[in-house]
Each structure stands twice: as C-alpha cells, then as structure tokens.
C-alpha cells in the first residue's frame, strides 16, 4: 500500500510539471480551428464485467472527432491531435516490459502516415493508408523539457535487445502500440471498448483525461521523435488523475 501511495505522489507531480511546462501557443491551425472539438466536458472509464470490456470515453463542448490534422505531404513535422487517457497502468498490465513512465491511451489522428499495419480501419482492402481514421495507441509518456507541451512518447534504440513490446506494435523506435480497439464518435463523444485481458483484467486503476497537439520528428536529434506540442484542455484541471473506474 505505502509503494502504491508514493508512486501515486510521483505521478501527480510528475504530470503536474507538465502543465507548468505547457504552453498555449498556436503550432497549427488545429489549435485555433473549432477549438471546441478539443475542450473536455467530461471523462468517464466503466468495466462491465459480465462483458469483459472497458469503454473509455470523452465528452466535448464541441463535435468529437470532427477536426481532424492537416496533412503536411511528409512523416517529418506530421501533425497528431490526439484524446489521451494517462492512467496509473503497469507497463506489463498493457503488453510492456517493466519501464518508467506513464501508461497512456491515446485516439489519435494522422493524415500523412499510417501505425497500424495490422488493420484496416476504412475497410478498403488497403492497410496502410488509414491514418486519418481515429485509432487507438497505448504509448508510455515522459517528461520532455524539449518540447513546449512538456511530454513526449518513450523511445530507445533500435539495436536494444532488452526492450519488450507488445506483438501489435508497428514496428518504431518507441514504447507504442497499435492495438486495434474499435474507436466510435458520436455527437459530442469519443470512444473506445478495450477487452478486458488485453489489459490485465485491470479495473482498480485512476486516471485522466487530455487532449492535445503532437508532432513526429524524424530529422532533429536533439527533438522526440513524437512530443506533445500543446495541450489543449484537461479533464481535471490539474492532472492529478482523480477518476476512479466504473464498474458495471
């Protein structure tokens, strides 16, 4: 119980640097452009055991989904806007080998490049063009002084043995994974149903919600290769992860 108490005092501060770190300035014109879409109302995460499921969802003032990035023609400086859920998860609960940071998950948008090999989410028949289409990611957040939203996703070098991630993983130089959970938007909501053992049948576990502008980085070595940007809007204000599961 002591252990779970001080690595819950280390993640809220952890994550409450962050907004010191954060910044409102413009990097697109996502941030200016029906803001709404991005302004958090309400997060809820509720299990239903006789299911085996878990949905995660996050109300908007706005039209959930509906403002999606720009495409830029190149992986370099691609824009991600993202609704992120951080939560007190293991790194092992979700496919992960043991590591620091935060276990987060993240619906995400990207026009100019496609993580999810091993799904088709237009049903097209083509499995690398779907971008666009909000996925879900689990990816392990850190501190990130380098870039002005405070986070980035985990990396490590490719030629590191030790490194273990989940199956589903496309294949890049972080601590991300590409799980296939199906993502809907409706009206003012988003949403995603994770079964319940691809994460440790965890349901004890607090978390957040975020919402937020990223970029990849594939040619400055000093940048992430994906680092937060600007954070838009915080269900809890402050980041301290206060919400507790539902149970159904």
Do not use: C
């Not at 370099?76 to 590591?99: E, I, K, N, R, S």
């Not at 490049?113 to 049903?123: G, K, Q, R």
């Not at 004890?204 to 970029?215: C, E, P, S």
């Amino acid at each position: 119980m002591t252990f779970k108490i001080k690595k819950m005092k280390s993640i809220i501060f952890f994550l409450t640097t962050i907004i010191i770190l954060g910044t409102t300035e413009s990097y697109t014109q996502e941030s200016s452009h029906k803001i709404d879409d991005f302004t958090i109302k309400q997060v809820r995460v509720t299990t239903k055991k006789d299911l085996g499921i878990t949905i995660w969802e996050i109300d908007v003032n706005g039209t959930a989904g509906n403002t999606t990035p720009t495409k830029i023609g190149q992986l370099d400086g691609a824009p991600v806007l993202g609704y992120v859920f951080p939560t007190t998860l293991q790194p092992t609960d979700v496919g992960f080998g043991q590591t620091n940071g935060i276990v987060a998950l993240a619906l995400t948008s990207h026009p100019d490049f496609d993580d999810t090999p091993l799904w088709d989410e237009n049903n097209d028949q083509i499995f690398n063009n779907d971008g666009l289409v909000w996925h879900p990611h689990w990816v392990i957040l850190i501190k990130d002084e380098r870039v002005p939203g405070g986070l980035s996703v985990k990396q490590f070098k490719k030629a590191d043995k030790t490194v273990v991630l989940p199956p589903t993983n496309p294949n890049m130089p972080m601590y991300m994974d590409s799980p296939g959970y199906p993502v809907t938007t409706r009206q003012n909501t988003i949403n995603v149903v994770v079964p319940n053992y691809r994460m440790n049948n965890q349901s004890n576990f607090q978390y957040d919600g975020v919402t937020a502008f990223m970029k990849v980085n594939t040619s400055n070595e000093n940048l992430p290769m994906l680092g937060v940007y600007e954070i838009y809007s915080i269900a809890s204000g402050n980041l301290s992860l206060p919400y507790t599961v539902k149970k159904e």
